[in-house]
């Protein structure tokens, strides 16, 4: 959060406070080999304090943190989660950050390349009838479709490797899954949530970032600027409809299952498609959510446990994040989900 007010901003101070806070955290991280994601693992961290040292101007620091990630991506191979929270496409996500943010190949794209392609292998072997599927450690049984723990995370940082996009196969299953999932929306735009406990027990009532339609925002506008498909863009506005009607929780700010990542997604498809029809609708999300109480006033409004301070699960982190971009117009890219700082 703070690194990103920097980036917005430019008081220094906020970055003194993101260096305090990567530095509480890297006392507290040890390496876990199965969890591997940016959001849910060390490599997070590594990645953020890789950032963060070099824009304060200590290299050898940042050079730590990247030599580590390097070590990460290479042991990442042998992880069995695949899932953008804990798994292979989350180290993914993390790799083309560092690369990204520094402008290079800090992170040997043949790595990269190698979580892709092992990424890809699951989504075929799992597969059904020719379309791709992920599992995640929690629920093995379960086909979960969203985007922190499901299938549609998973696609969403494929679809952003150029060497993936560019082999004929992995092609074909990707088309194939983005059409399947036409097959699936619901006639309101909803996308269904298996129902399974702590999940409710209707496919059609969650509507947020990590369940229902707007996950499938990403996956599907991806498709279409990439295949030219306009039947995914026409679902991928339909999800937006759903979003717009029904996308304020008062269950909190939070990016993963809150107002506040709805809210990213009319920002990215603004940002895609260049629609100004997205843009009003992040701006109006958010004037209502200022102007409710019930929504920012932290006397009444609800607070999410067991981690009131997660940046995606928590109270006002991401809510902070997206204000600030919104009020800058400095970025329009979701913190932890899409790769950039």
């Known amino acids: 959060m703070f690194l990103r007010l920097y980036k917005n901003f430019g008081d220094i101070s906020y970055l003194d406070y993101a260096r305090q806070y990567i530095e509480a955290a890297l006392t507290r991280t040890t390496p876990t080999p199965n969890y591997v994601g940016f959001l849910g693992s060390y490599t997070g961290i590594y990645t ?17 943190y990247v030599d580590l990630m390097k070590t990460a991506i290479v042991e990442g191979q042998q992880c069995t989660e695949d899932t953008f929270y804990n798994g292979k496409a989350g180290l993914l996500m993390a790799a083309r950050m560092l690369n990204n943010y520094f402008g290079e190949e800090v992170i040997p794209q043949s790595d990269i390349l190698i979580i892709a392609q092992l990424l890809l292998e699951d989504g075929i072997n799992n597969g059904r009838d ?18 922190g723990d499901g299938s549609t995370g998973v696609l969403t940082q494929l679809m952003q ?15 194939n899954t983005l059409d399947y999932y036409l097959t ?16 409710p027990d209707q496919a059609d009532q969650l509507v947020q970032w990590c369940h229902g339609g707007p996950g499938f925002i990403p996956v599907l506008t991806l498709g279409y ?70 929504m920012v006033d932290p006397t009444i409004m609800r607070v999410p446990s067991p981690s009131p301070y997660s940046l995606y699960g928590g109270s006002y982190g991401g809510a902070v994040v997206l204000w600030s971009d919104m009020l800058t117009g400095a970025s ?10």
Do not use: C
């Open 130 to 147: 020719g379309y791709l599927v992920w599992h995640n450690m929690i629920f093995p049984e379960v086909v979960f479709l969203g985007q």
């Open 225 to 294: 600027l990439a295949f030219g498909n306009e039947a995914y863009l026409r679902s991928a506005d339909s999800a937006a409809d759903l979003l717009w009607q029904k996308g304020i929780l008062t269950k909190g700010l939070m990016l993963g299952h809150g107002v506040s990542g709805n809210t990213y997604m009319f920002l990215y498809m603004y940002e895609k498609t260049l629609n100004p029809k997205y843009l009003y609708r992040a701006i109006k999300f958010q004037e209502f959510t200022l102007g409710s109480p019930i």
């Open 48 to 64: 953020t304090a890789a950032i963060i040292y070099n824009e304060l101007g200590d290299t050898l620091k940042s050079s730590k």
């Open 161 to 175: 490797i150029p060497q993936i996009m560019a082999n004929e196969t992995a092609t074909s299953y990707i088309k």
């Open 184 to 199: 699936i929306q619901m006639p309101d735009g909803n996308f269904p949530t298996p129902v399974q406990s702590p999940y």
């Open 332 to 341: 329009y890219h979701m913190p932890g989900f899409d790769a950039y700082p």
